[in-house]
Structures are given as C-alpha cells and as structure tokens.
C-alpha cells in the first residue's frame, strides 16, 4: 500500500527544532517535512524524544527553539491562535481523553458544536457516518466506561475526524490496550492512510509501520538517526543503534 499513496504539497516542515526541560535537552536539531497524503511513522527507544517531537508539532509542548511550518505558516510566532492550529491538527493520545461523563455522541459532537459552531443536527449527522465507519454505529448513546479499550481508542480516533484535520497525530494510541484490541484500532489506521490521510504516528507496531508508512524517522537521542523507506529501513539499515534496535524489537 505505501507504493501506491499519493503524496503532495507540503504540509508541515519542521527546521532545527529544539526542546529542553531544565537541563535536560530532549529535541536536538530536528529537520523534516511531511506532505499531504503522506503516513510517516516515527519509531525508536523509549527516550529517544518520539512523543515530545509529536507534541512540539500541535504545540502541546513549546519547543525552545527552531521552527515549525504549518502550510507555510510559522507556529512560533508571538500571538497563533493555537486554537485554530488544532481545529486542523487531530490528535490522538495513549489514553483515551474522553468525558466520562457524556455519551459517545455528546463526547464526538462537543467540539464541531462549540469550536466550529455546527449547528447540533449536522454535528450528530457527521458523527454518526463516522461511528458507522469504524463500525460502532451501535455504540453512539453509549458512555465510555460502558466500552472496552479499543472501542473507547476509536471513538477517540472519531473525535479527532470529526473536526475535518488535514493531519492526524497519534502518540502510541495501541500502548495502552490489552493485545487482542490493538488490530482493530490499526484496522481503523490502515483505512485512514487508505483514504488519504496525512498522518505522523509514533508508535512500536512494526508490522503496521511495515506495512502502512511511506516513510519512517528512526529517533535516538533526541535526534532523527535515520529517515527512509519502510524496505530501507528494515531491509538495509544503515545507522548501527537502529540495526541494534530493531534486533530487538523484531525478535
């Protein structure tokens, strides 16, 4: 499948990105870009500043220097409406995030009836094709502790749909279930970079980075160690930490 994508423009370019905690220097010069259409695959150590790099993205985190292009537009500059930015950068976290407290429907349409100002009966029209996409249509009056952890992890990855990103970001969203739940949320992965979306996923399916990345960053030491194709990097690595790496992820 990673042969057949089409990848565009420029989406997100990332120059000389920095980030530091104290004295702990966890970013250290990260240069990349990723394109429309593109599914990029970040892998490495726990440590190597994988989840920190995904968060620099959205700002979640401020990285401490560097600069990050959003369709050409600087994120570090005095005064983005960060709020804006993430209307068109979904996100999905390890944990699900949902309100406990709202239904399935309620915690889908919270954003689209709040941020985007639809109106209650177009936000519900959307959610429902989306639940019926991941095939949880049954589960809209449902609440969250009322679902096991892959169903809660997709109606996370509809939440962030719902809002019509031009990225998705998933920060390890298989890390935190139980193993016969992990394929049906790549299930519902594998459909997204299938239809075209752009996605950066951090993540230690290998399989799925395998099978579904055009390309994928290796990270080691808050630095990208090595960026390729799936077949270069797992068919003929050539940084010695990622060889050592996937020698022990892959046996």
Do not use: W
Request: hydrophobic share 40%; charged share 25%.
């Amino acid at each position: 499948m990673n042969t057949e994508k089409q990848i565009g423009d420029v989406i997100l370019e990332v120059k000389d990105l920095n980030m530091g905690f104290g004295h702990l220097h966890v970013l250290k010069g990260i240069d990349t870009v990723i394109r429309k259409g593109e599914v990029v695959v970040v892998i490495g150590a726990s440590g190597a500043g994988k989840s920190t790099f995904l968060r620099c993205l959205n700002r979640l985190e401020t990285p401490t220097g560097g600069d990050i292009l959003f369709h050409g537009e600087s994120l570090m500059r005095a005064g983005h409406n960060l709020n804006h930015l993430r209307e068109k950068m979904g996100m999905v976290f390890q944990q699900f995030n949902l309100f406990n407290n709202l239904t399935v429907l309620d915690n889908i349409t919270l954003a689209p009836r709040i941020v985007k100002k639809q109106k209650p009966a177009q936000a519900e029209a959307e959610a429902k094709k989306l639940l019926e996409r991941v095939g949880l249509a049954d589960k809209a009056s449902a609440y969250p502790s009322q679902l096991s952890g892959g169903q809660r992890q997709r109606i996370a990855i509809v939440r962030a749909l719902a809002m019509n990103p031009d990225v998705m970001l998933f920060d390890e969203p298989t890390s935190a279930l139980d193993p016969e739940m992990v394929g049906e949320v790549l299930d519902v992965m594998r459909s997204l970079a299938e239809s075209g979306m752009t996605m950066v996923v951090v993540s230690h399916e290998m399989g799925f980075a395998r099978q579904v990345a055009n390309r994928i960053l290796f990270m080691e030491g808050g630095r990208i160690a090595e960026d390729g194709t799936p077949d270069e990097v797992f068919g003929n690595p050539k940084n010695s930490r990622l060889r050592e790496f996937l020698g022990k992820v892959l046996h």
